[in-house]
Every structure is written in C-alpha cells, then in structure tokens.
C-alpha cells in the first residue's frame, strides 16, 4: 500500500511505516496536479500538513481510491473531513504531537516583546555601531512576565501546555474556553516532581479586560475571535500572541489598534492570507513576526511522523 506524505514526513514515522509494509512516496505534487499523480502512482494513504488542500472535488475526482487521509497537526482546516468521513475514508490528525512546540513559541514571542527583540534585533545591525547609547535607552523600559497575568482563548492541549509555562514563570492566569469546564492542570519537573492545580474558567469578557496579555488557542481559520470590539475591551498596552489560526484576529482591528497605541506590541505565527501576509502587517513596527513554525521543530516531526504511522498502521494492517 502507497503512502504519500506530500508535505513531509519524519524520517521516524516513514521507517515505522517502511516496517510494516508501507510503501513512502516523499514527492511534493502541486495542488492541481494531485488528483492526476494519485491515480497513477496508486496512492491509498495521504499525508498533509497545512500546505495541500483536501477537498470535496479531489476525493470525487479519486472515486473511491483513497483509503485515509492523514493531517501532520492539529488542525483540519484544509479538510473536508464530514465528506471524507462519508466516503468511508479515514480521517486523521496529530493533536498532542506539537503542543509543547507551539506553547514554546508563545513564549518566545513573549519574552522577546517584553524586552523589544523583535526591533533590537533588527537595528542593532544597521545601528548599534553609531546609535549604541540611544538604542540602550530606547530599551531601557522592557518588562517581566513574572507577576502579569495572561489570557488564554482556548483551553485544549496547547492552552494548557501555555499556561503550564505561565505558572512555572511566575504568571497570573485567566482562562476563557467554551466547553467552561473546570479542569486539572498538573505541571511536571524536570525532576519527575510534579505540582497539580485547578483551572476554572471564566468569560471571554473578565479575559479581555484582566490580561496583560493574551494567547489564543482556538480552533477554525477565518472565524474572528479578536476584532475591534473586543481589543477596545482589552487593557491599555496589553500584549496579545497569535499562533491558533489566521484570521481569528483581525488584523485591520488590530493594527490600527498598534498605531494608536491601544495595545503595545504583537505576535503573529499565522495570519489571514498566508502565504503571502498583509503588508501592513509585515512592516509594523510592533509585530514580532514568524511564519507559521509553531509546530516546526525537530522533536515535534518526529512525534508527529510517528503518531501518524502508528495511527495508518492500526486503521489499515491491524
């Protein structure tokens, strides 16, 4: 049986696949060529991560031929998964296999706005041999996380992996989820301790208006969380981190939120018309910008390639 991994696979996750009879096609076909190459290469299985499309037309054009298709994360946006599902196709994602990337990236961008990497970074080169004394100034005003309180939209795996980092900094938390469960969070050491707490919690609104800054974890691209209405409740010079979904904070809204000096910086890992970003985006000089890598470490691949190989296996040889 074929598998291709049209935007990658680990080198673990193809070995566990090679192992149990699985044949691994590592080719990259563009999107409009997929059905065609599927067809004649006799591909069964589909690996994808964010940059091929699964649609409705391409499992009509295949008629029947794929078996299960595979998402490399936790999103499926890209998915018609009901129509799969309906098909008798398999559908499959890697929900814990980045969350500890992606909750690590948050506080990369954290730590870095706090203390204005994001544009030392960028002048230090261009500047930091004649303007030394005044770039020391200009940063002279950064800030600790230990003691502010963060907000977290969205309290799956990646909300609570943040906020076990949050808690290990020193942070105050506020929570917002839409199931509103209470929940357990336990925080492990390195040590093999372990601490366990309580987390209830509360409306989008007491998030808004309490956070320093705010982390969203949220499902479904192009569905507005953040826009105008909720940044004007937010507190004067907050933060806020965006690695969940484009679109899910406007970023006209919240721009135009940077520039008057309503909010004090921002991080953006996603955005709405990627891949190619909003200009006006790019060149704020209150974003700290990356492209879409929450998930993209070395440790997170090889848990996604295996958790993926592992699932194939079950569904299609066991």
Known sequence: MKVLANDGISPSGIEKLEAAGFEVDLTTVAQDQLGKYIKENNVSVLLVRSATKVRKDLMDELNGQLKL?????????????DYARDKGIHVINTPAASSRSVAELVFAHLLGMVRYLFDSNQRMPLEGDTQFKALKKNYAAGSELKGKTLGIIGFGRIGQEVARMAYGLGMNLLVHDRSGEEKPLTVTFA????LTT??????????LKGADFLTLHVSGAGKTVIGKNEIALMKDQAGLVNTARGGVVNEVALIAALEEGKLRYAALDVFENE????MQVLMSPYTSL?????????EAQDRIGEELAEQIITLLKN
């Open 191 to 194: 040590d093999g301790q372990s």
């Open 290 to 298: 990356t492209p879409h890598i929450g998930a993209a470490t070395l």
């Open 198 to 207: 309580t987390v209830k919690p509360v409306s989008l609104k007491e998030v």
């Open 69 to 81: 298709i595979g998402r490399g994360g936790v999103g499926m946006d890209n998915i018609d998964v």
């Open 275 to 278: 891949p190619t970003p909003a």
